[in-house]
């Protein structure tokens, strides 16, 4: 038997948002009905109530990745809803389990914008009762990026960390974690506006790179030590000031990138003087033990109600290219998420 609480093949069928070629939101996408996933051995199925969106999933739909994997992509990584089947070797008392979802379309063409997605169930994360789908669905990418460039690298309990970006998504989380792991906490923003929120959500401080000099307000609000661990957005534009601002034995955790090719040269003697670390980090293809960890700490955040991502954008699944193009363009503060049940 492949599966427990078989679904009726007369409702196997799902509406989801997919496209079958590269290009604008407006050109390829699809919103129709098409046939439901099944669960295999070690997955579950969740009912999604909402889909989240990143940068990877527009990056992915407008080739900046590469070409596409597969014929037909249901795109989006991210998502929460509620496990109503599991495959074999997976224990039935998850069904019903609320979940939030992480990496769902990395490696197969089938994501979470859709009324049902199959992952591994290691991938589908319980969901505490108290945090709502919209919460969930912000989790995924951001907060386990967050996690590793946290992480990677020991215990951050006592240490000084900066996050670039305090604004972004994976800002917005580092800032949070870090805080609730017993960091002193720095972020910086570039637009004046975004300093209350981010102060709101745990920054020790916070310094606007538009009107202030970020070497000499780090060393002035830590006596002159800088930072232990550094969160960062864009390592080209920041790589003079994180080696200014970052302590002897301090790591780089860069994330992100601006063009798929992008090169950074590096004062290797000035960073070798520092006993200074680079690490560059990739969801997708950080270790599953790694991802069990950092799903541990967002849970315990959870928990805590000390994480509470902003939501910029709410959309129905068939305004999906609104919620592409708003990404794109970069006019909405916070997550965007689609609302699918």
């Known amino acids: 038997m492949s599966r427990i609480q078989p679904i009726d093949p007369e409702e196997a069928m799902m509406t989801a948002a997919f496209y079958e070629q590269q290009g604008a939101a407006r050109d390829v996408f699809k919103v129709a009905k098409t046939k439901r996933p099944v669960p295999g051995r070690g997955e579950v199925m969740v009912r999604v109530a909402v889909s989240g969106l990143n940068p990877s999933d527009v990056r992915v739909r407008t080739g900046f990745l590469g070409p596409m994997a597969f014929e ?6 991210d998502a929460a ?19 939030w979802v992480y990496q769902a379309q990395y490696g197969n063409s089938s994501g979470t914008a859709a009324e049902y997605v199959v992952v591994p169930s290691q991938q589908a994360v319980f969901l505490p009762e108290k945090v709502t789908f919209e919460v969930g669905a912000c989790l995924g990418i951001a907060a386990m990026t967050a996690c590793h460039c946290l992480f990677a690298d020991g215990d951050i309990r006592g240490l000084n960390v900066l996050v670039h ?3 972004g998504a994976v800002g917005e989380a580092a800032v949070q974690i870090a805080r609730y792991s017993g960091a002193w906490v720095a972020a910086t923003i570039r637009n004046p506006d975004d300093a209350q929120k981010v102060r709101s959500k745990g920054a020790d401080l916070v310094i606007d790179m538009s009107s202030q000099h970020v070497a000499q307000e780090i060393s002035k609000a830590t006596d002159g030590k800088g930072v232990d661990r550094i969160v960062e ?6 790589l003079k000031i994180d080696l200014d601002v970052l302590s002897s034995s301090g790591t780089i955790s860069t994330y992100s990138l601006k063009e798929a090719d992008d090169h950074v040269l ?5 960073a070798m003087k520092g006993n200074n670390a680079f690490r560059f980090v990739y969801v997708y293809t ?7 960890k950092a799903a541990k700490v967002i849970n315990a955040c959870l928990e805590n109600g000390s994480y509470d991502p902003t939501i910029g954008l709410i959309v129905p699944l068939a305004q999906i290219s609104e919620a592409h193009e708003a990404l794109e363009s970069r006019r909405v503060k916070g997550k965007i998420l689609i609302r699918i049940a």
Do not use: M, W
């Open 165 to 167: 970006g305090g604004a």
């Open 286 to 292: 950080i270790p599953e033990e790694a991802k069990q």
């Open 81 to 99: 809803g509620t496990i109503v089947e599991v495959g074999e070797g997976v224990d039935a008392a998850r069904i019903n389990e609320r979940v």
């Open 266 to 270: 590096v004062p290797v003697f000035r």
């Open 72 to 77: 037909r992509i249901i795109p989006h990584q």
């Open 233 to 238: 957005i864009d390592l080209l534009s920041n």
